[in-house]
């Protein structure tokens, strides 16, 4: 007979009469499926994760998508407009018993928001970890005002031992007649947000993973010019033996 740890290293009992290399053999056995270096599964699309053999703990991180930064709407004479950045992506990170983790789980990756001010969509791990994206950012009047519109900033439902939310994306400014500014993308765990850019200016798509797009900018008589869309999300699942 033989007994094992709480870790699964087996020993023998003091009444057994094993020969001591046999003794050595089993415990070495025993532990050298915990020295196998750890398994990564990197998600960028939703998927199944399955179980590994013999594993003993589960790091799970969930990056949700980064919402999109808005238009600067299209201009007449003496007018300005412009868009605030979206907001990053919410993460989400927890450490779980492999028994805890289940024998498989679904895994959803949320893409990031589109150009106009999407919402980043909601990365999860099951139902034990995940995160939901940005907020979009809004878009400004087109006149000869001076004034800003708000970068994106919703509330964000994180379920993890680790919950951090996305930062909340640039407002956009217009200064009268003068010129425009678009917001600057919320940055993310896993990624930054883009840069704001100056009159006359498209947004920029927000980095992998989860960074806010930034916003854009019009001076006088232009078409409308597209915000940037949000990081897409991603999912990494860390096994430990």
Same mark, same amino acid.
């Given at each position: 007979?033989?007994? /094992? ?7 023998? /009992? $003091?009444?057994?009469? &094993?020969? %001591?290399? /046999?003794?050595?053999?089993?415990? @070495?056995? $025993? ?10 599964? #990197?998600?960028? $699309?939703?998927? &199944?994760? &399955? ?6 703990? !589960?790091?799970?991180?969930?990056? +949700? ?8 709407? @299209? ?10 950045? *979206? ?5 989400? /990170?927890?450490?779980? %018993? ?8 679904? !895994?959803? !990756?949320?893409? *990031? ?10 990365? $999860?791990?099951?139902? %034990? #970890?995940?995160?939901?994206?940005? *907020?979009?950012?809004?878009?400004? @009047? ?5 004034? +800003? ?14 919950? #951090?939310?996305?930062?909340? =994306? ?11 500014? *678009? ?9 930054? =947000? ?8 498209? =947004? ?15 001076? +006088? ?11 897409? =999300? ?8």
């Amino acid at each position: 007979m033989s007994q /094992e740890t709480t870790n699964g290293i087996v020993y023998p /009992e $003091s009444s057994d009469h &094993t020969r %001591l290399w /046999e003794h050595m053999q089993t415990m @070495a056995e $025993s532990i050298d499926p915990q020295l196998s270096a750890p398994d990564v599964q #990197v998600f960028t $699309s939703s998927g &199944t994760w &399955t179980r590994p053999a013999d594993a003993k703990w !589960v790091r799970v991180l969930v990056q +949700a998508g980064g919402g999109g930064g808005h238009n600067a709407v @299209a201009t007449g004479a003496s007018q300005t407009s412009c868009g605030g950045g *979206g907001q990053g992506g919410g993460y989400a /990170e927890s450490y779980l %018993l492999a028994s805890a983790a289940g024998a498989s789980q679904a !895994v959803t !990756v949320g893409a *990031g928001g589109a150009s106009g001010g999407g919402s980043g969509g909601t990365s $999860s791990f099951g139902a %034990l #970890v995940s995160a939901t994206g940005g *907020g979009g950012g809004t878009a400004s @009047a087109a006149d000869g005002t001076p004034g +800003a519109t708000a970068g994106g900033s919703s509330t964000q439902t994180l379920t993890g031992g680790i919950r #951090v939310s996305g930062s909340g =994306g640039g407002a956009g400014a217009k200064f009268g007649t003068a010129g425009a500014m *678009g917001g600057a993308g919320g940055n993310a765990v896993l990624g930054g =947000g883009a840069r704001g850019v100056a009159t006359n200016g498209t =947004g920029v798509a927000g980095f992998n993973y989860g960074g806010g797009g930034s916003g854009a900018a019009n001076t +006088a008589s232009q078409v409308q010019r597209g915000g940037g869309a949000g990081g897409d =999300g991603i999912v990494i699942v860390i096994t430990f033996f």
